[in-house]
Structure formats: structure tokens, C-alpha cells
């Protein structure tokens, strides 16, 4: 292949959801490439979105309020600069949004409507077309891009490999149906979105299985607190895949967690059903591991209104046959967000010169090992300025001339799925990571379609292997125990290959492979 589009400097942003969307806008009328896997807006996580952004904007609430429900959810690993910095920019991020034609939910009087999501103090959830809050943001941040001259968009194309010289990104080179392409740039930000898609139960769409960090991690980026997984309490328990949601906010509204029997097995739990994430999940976990079945009952609160209020939920409900005016609806956890991805800095740049990373595909320290409900959209929008605001700073630069490397084969997660469930899901502990880590390596060596996600999965293995305690949303049944001091864990593809040689008894010829590179 040696087809090589020179973009005259132009940067490329990899994903088409809110964070890839909010940079290129930021940054015209800079001209600037979007690359997206699918149709813009479609196999996004941000298109799903119910609930809406956090941002502290009512009359009882501030920064600080908001500041503090995050790092108690976080559990001692947020990094408290950058979470202060996002929390403060969350009010600006809302008018920005509006601004694109973001047609938010606001009172007859124009305030902006307020939603209570799990572990948050202060009704501070800013929400969309009711709980389509993703799709709305979505179409009016797609309308705003397709009418911005300066932002080429180039659908139904993937990233499958950073080209790197010396150190520095000089390139992308992806693929469309069997046509490969090859795009010279200096300046790449990721915004691929999520991992759930590595999960049997996901929320997330089946592409979202960590593209990003496969890519990042392949040009030798360092990936930071890959281990942590949050998992969503309350997916409709059934057969639909990526799994609809029942929002956290039916929850707000009163909704309560009961079993078969109907007994409230979290009521004496502190915060009950509003409780953090990995506590709600775990119990409900427990509950379906112990042989019983659990419903989220929203028959009294909200009751009849519940069709008003969540009109897109009733109508998923609908579609499997309910109706949650009058009946439970069945729930089981489903992984949901990545809190761990690729490492910036302040300014969202990598280890690696030349690449970026913003959304959730990247680690700015705001979640720690727990994210609040709906700090990831704000994050996305606010993270997204400081990416484009560093791009558009930094000198073009030459790309790659000429060029060699195979495309590799399509990936497929398909395999890894179980592999990962069984290993990496709510409760952990080192006998399952070990073999998952043995399993994953074979696979990743053998460079065939299961090779990337098996990668990514084998980084989130050693790292969960590594992390001897449990915090936040990793929970090691073999080390129940908090350590004393938070430690954010970083690793690079050799630093994963190196440990999973050594923690797994994956037998001197694959060790020695493993040991080889880059
Ligand atoms: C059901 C659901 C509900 C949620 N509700 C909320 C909520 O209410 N509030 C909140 O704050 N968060 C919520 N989240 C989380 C939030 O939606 C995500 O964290 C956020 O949307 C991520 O945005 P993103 O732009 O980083 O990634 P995404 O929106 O997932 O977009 C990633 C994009 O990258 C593309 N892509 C991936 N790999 C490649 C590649 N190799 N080449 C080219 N393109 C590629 C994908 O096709 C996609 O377009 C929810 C998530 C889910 C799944």
C-alpha cells in the first residue's frame, strides 16, 4: 500500500460522538479531518446518553458541592486539580451546548430543568428531550458540523494504526469496507470512545470495545487506571444488545431496587438505591448470584407519570412487553463506562508528541476509580476545548512521505467477550486474571481479528492483577481490603507485556514473543 493523502497539516480527530464532534468545532475555522467508523452519530455512546451533564448551576449548589460529590464517588483517585478545573467549567460547557442549538429542558420561565442522579448532593443533572438528552445533543451538534465549512467529515472509515517516526505521530492509517487509506498528519486526537463492547452485558454499541486504546497503545502510549469499570446497576434485563439503559434518574424520581418477593434489598444500605454505582451494582450482583431475580419498581414513584418523564424508557419497556406504571421492570448490571484510558496531561496531550485523547477514550484523572453519574458528558465538552485549544497551538509540521505496513485483519471482539466477563467483571480475583491473561496473550500474539480487543483486554487484565486491593469499581474478592494510599496505575504496552509474562504461567516460548517487543 503506499496510497498516502497528504492533508496539507490538517489535524485528524478519530470519532464522531460529543468529544470528537465539540474539538472540531472548537477548533475551526481551522480546517481540520473527522474520521468516523460509522454514519456520524451512529455506534456512539453519546447518541445513548439519557440522563444528561452535571453541572452545578441551581441556586443551592456550587463548584465545591459538585467538587466534593465527585471525589467521594472517585474513592481517593481523582485527580483533584483537573477534577476542580472540569467541575468549574461545567456551567460554560451547558452555554456552549445551547449555543450549538442544544434545546436543553427548562421551566416556562426559561431555567434550565434540574435532574437528581446517584451521589450527587444537589439536583444539578441538565437533561434533553426529557431522557434523550444523547440524541439531542447529538443531532444538534451533528447539524452544527455538517453546516461548518472548516470540518471535512469522512464516514464509514476506521483508524487501524498510528504511524509513528521517532517518536511523533506522522499518520493514520485506516480502512473502509476492503479500501485502505493512509493519511498523513502530525496532529491526531482520539475521541474513539468506551470499552463496554469487550462485555457480554454492555450498555455501550459493539464497536466500542477500546479502539482508541488499541491504537494508543500500539504507538506506545501510556494508558493510565485501565481496571476500572463501572458497571450500570440497572440495564433491562433481556436479550437486546448493547442493553438499554434504565436510567439513574428513574431512581431520583423514587424508583426502588426489590427482588422476586419484592423485598427492598438495599433499604438499609446508606444512600439506598441512590447510593454510588459499585455499591448499587454489587448488591444487585449478589442478589442474582444468590438465585434471585431483581426488578426496579417504579409503581409508585413515578408511577403514572413515568411515561412523561421517561418517555424514551417506557418506550424500550414497551418494547419488551412492559409497562412500568404497573409492573417491575427485571435489571441486571451491565459495563458501562471506562474510568481508566489514555493518560494526559492538562492539556489533553499523551505520552506519545503529536496524539491527544479526549471523551472517555482518555484518562484526565476526573472519575479516580468511579465516575459520578453524568460527569462524563461535561468532561467530554470541557476536555474537548482544552484538546483543540493545544491542536490549534501547535506547529503542523510534515507527515509521512512515503509508507509501508500491512492493514491488519478486521477486528472482532466477538471471542474476547466472554473471556473478559468471566474475568473483569463486578467481582474479581487473581486465579481468573491470571488465566484470562495467559488466554488473551495467545490470542493477541497470533495478530489475527481478535488480536486488538484481545490487547486492549490483556491491558485491563494485568492492570486489574496488579491493583492487590479493592477500591472504588474494582473489587478483588481475594483483596477485599482499601489500601491506604490511592495509587493511579499507568502501563505501557511493554510494561503489559512484560508483567503478563511474568504473572501468568503462559510458558517460556510465548513469554519470550511477548518479551520481544515492540
Ligand atoms: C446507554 C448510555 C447512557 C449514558 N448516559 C450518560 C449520561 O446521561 N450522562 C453522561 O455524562 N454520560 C452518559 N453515558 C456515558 C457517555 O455517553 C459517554 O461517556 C460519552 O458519550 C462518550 O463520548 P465519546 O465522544 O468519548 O465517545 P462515543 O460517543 O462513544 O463516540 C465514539 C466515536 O468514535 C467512533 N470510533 C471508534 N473507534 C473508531 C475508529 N477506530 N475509527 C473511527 N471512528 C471510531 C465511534 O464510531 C463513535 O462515533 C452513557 C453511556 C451509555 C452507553
Not at 90 to 98: G, H, N, Q, R, Y
Not at 100 to 129: C, K, N, Y
Not at 252 to 265: H, Q, S, T
Request: a neutral charge.
Amino acid at each position: 500500500m503506499s496510497d498516502v493523502h497528504d492533508l496539507r497539516g490538517r489535524p485528524v480527530i478519530i470519532g464522531g460522538g460529543i468529544a470528537g464532534l465539540m474539538t472540531a468545532l472548537r477548533l475551526a475555522p481551522e480546517p481540520v479531518v473527522l474520521l468516523s467508523g460509522g454514519n456520524l452519530g451512529t455506534e456512539a455512546s453519546s447518541t445513548l446518553a439519557q440522563g444528561g451533564l452535571a453541572a452545578s448551576i441551581g441556586a443551592d449548589d456550587s463548584p465545591d458541592l459538585h467538587l466534593a460529590d465527585t471525589l467521594a464517588a472517585g474513592d481517593g483517585l481523582c485527580d483533584r486539580r483537573t477534577a476542580r478545573r472540569i467541575v468549574e467549567a461545567a456551567p460554560k460547557a451547558i452555554e456552549d451546548l445551547a449555543r450549538l442549538g442544544v434545546a436543553f429542558d427548562r421551566s416556562p420561565d426559561g431555567t434550565l430543568l434540574l435532574g437528581l442522579e446517584a451521589a450527587h448532593s444537589r439536583r444539578r443533572i441538565v437533561h434533553a428531550a426529557g431522557d434523550a438528552s444523547g440524541r439531542e445533543i447529538i443531532s444538534a451538534l451533528i447539524d452544527a458540523v455538517r453546516s461548518t465549512a472548516s470540518v471535512s467529515v469522512v464516514e464509514g472509515i476506521a483508524a487501524r494504526r498510528l504511524i509513528v517516526e521517532d517518536g511523533a505521530v506522522t499518520g493514520v492509517l485506516a480502512s473502509g469496507g476492503s479500501d485502505a487509506f493512509a493519511f498523513s498528519t502530525r496532529r491526531v486526537v482520539l475521541a474513539t470512545g468506551g470499552i463496554g463492547g469487550l462485555f457480554c452485558d454492555s450498555t455501550n454499541p459493539l464497536g466500542s470495545w477500546g479502539q482508541g486504546l488499541a491504537l494508543a497503545a500500539r504507538a506506545g502510549a501510556q494508558l493510565a487506571d485501565l481496571e476500572f469499570v463501572q458497571f450500570h446497576p440497572t440495564a433491562l434485563d433481556g436479550p437486546r444488545r448493547p442493553m438499554p439503559l434504565v436510567s439513574e434518574a428513574v431512581r431520583g424520581e423514587g424508583a426502588v431496587l426489590i427482588d422476586e418477593r419484592g423485598l427492598r434489598f438495599l433499604a438499609d444500605t446508606p444512600g439506598g438505591e441512590l447510593a454510588p454505582r459499585d455499591v448499587v451494582s454489587r448488591a444487585v450482583w449478589r442478589r442474582l448470584a444468590a438465585g434471585h431475580r431483581v426488578f426496579l419498581d417504579a409503581r409508585q414513584s413515578p408511577g403514572r407519570k413515568f411515561g412523561e418523564r421517561f418517555p424514551a424508557i417506557a418506550a424500550i419497556c414497551r418494547q419488551a412487553g412492559l409497562d412500568p406504571a404497573v409492573e417491575p421492570i427485571p435489571v441486571r448490571p451491565a459495563a458501562h463506562y471506562h474510568m481508566g484510558g489514555v493518560a494526559v496531561d492538562q492539556e489533553g496531550r499523551s505520552s506519545v508528541e503529536g496524539l491527544w485523547a479526549c471523551g472517555e477514550v482518555a484518562h484526565t484523572g476526573l472519575h479516580g476509580a468511579n465516575r459520578l453519574a453524568s460527569n462524563s458528558l461535561t468532561e467530554a465538552v470541557v476536555s474537548a476545548a482544552w484538546v483543540a485549544d493545544s491542536v490549534a497551538a501547535t506547529p503542523q509540521g510534515k507527515g509521512m512521505r512515503t509508507f509501508s505496513m500491512p492493514l491488519p485483519p478486521r477486528p472482532d471482539a466477538s471471542g474476547i467477550r466472554p473471556i473478559v466477563s468471566a474475568a473483569l467483571g463486578i467481582t474479581r480475583n487473581g486465579e481468573a486474571l491470571r488465566e484470562a491473561v495467559a488466554t488473551l496473550l495467545a490470542i493477541e500474539t497470533s495478530g489475527e481479528s481478535a488480536s486488538d480487543p484481545a490487547l486492549v483486554a490483556l491491558m485491563m487484565a494485568v492492570a486489574a492483577l496488579g491493583r492487590e486491593e479493592s477500591r472504588g469499581s474494582h473489587y478483588r474478592s481475594d483483596f477485599v481490603e482499601r489500601k491506604p494510599h490511592a495509587v493511579t496505575s499507568r502501563l505501557t504496552l511493554g510494561d503489559a507485556f512484560e508483567a503478563a509474562a511474568t504473572f501468568a504461567d503462559v510458558g517460556e516460548p510465548l513469554a519470550r514473543r511477548a518479551r520481544k517487543w515492540p
